[in-house]
């Protein structure tokens, strides 16, 4: 059932079972787009793409759309320098390392701070009223006709992440040690398996169906993070020190 909170964000409070089954196709396959349905959008949906993402960012937020993809740019190269020696899951924490430490290490002038509510890795701002995590989302995450949610089961802190956004929206008291506050997914996934581009974005979960997020009030798509945006990050190799010349006196014999 869909109702609307005290900013004008729907909200539902459905929590039916969950009918999707899970599978596990590992840290490298699970980053890339696949054959799976794409689940229909729910209404409640709002989304944000195009021209409107970066006006919509500075007014939410207070940042635009570079500092979200400097981090999904450097999640992605910290993954790319794993190798077949590298464990299994290596590509996809990496990923995620990555990304969350340059959104903290951006953020962090601007007064934002690294917390883990419930063990939740996020960057909160300093009015404590959003706080931002970052997670692999699966082949859906970027496709304004389609459903996104993260490619792994989410645990405990989610979902009370998650319930602590619908009371939030709906002006209701907080319980469980958690105050109103909204929490928002960067999520990323690669665009394909030979075209390895980061496709991302910035969303606002609103319910969970077992142990996935399914329903969303705000979706801001993110252009990819390597389309001449000056976000990429380039790995560079430190310079060789220029030669130094020392003048030497021969001492007369």
Known sequence: MLQEGGNGIPFTTDYGKCRIRYRNRG???GMIDDSRILRQPSNSAR????????????????????MLLRAVTAGHA???MTTEHSPATAFGSRFWEGSIRQLRDDLAPREWRALRPGQLEVVRNKLNTVQITTALGDSNVGIRSASPSCEHPRGTSTAKAVEVNQLTFA????????????TWWLLYRLSGEH??????????????SGKRITEWAVRIILPPASDGNSTSRTVRLPEEPAPVNVPVERRAV
């Open 78 to 80: 910290d993954a790319v």
């Open 47 to 66: 989304i944000i793409a195009g021209q409107e993402v970066d006006p919509y960012l500075l007014d939410r937020f207070g940042f635009g759309s570079d």
């Open 171 to 182: 002006g209701l008291a907080v319980n469980g040690g958690w105050e109103p506050i909204e």
């Open 27 to 29: 840290s490298v396959s």
């Open 195 to 208: 075209d390895r581009t980061p496709i991302s974005e910035l969303s606002l979960p609103t319910t969970m």
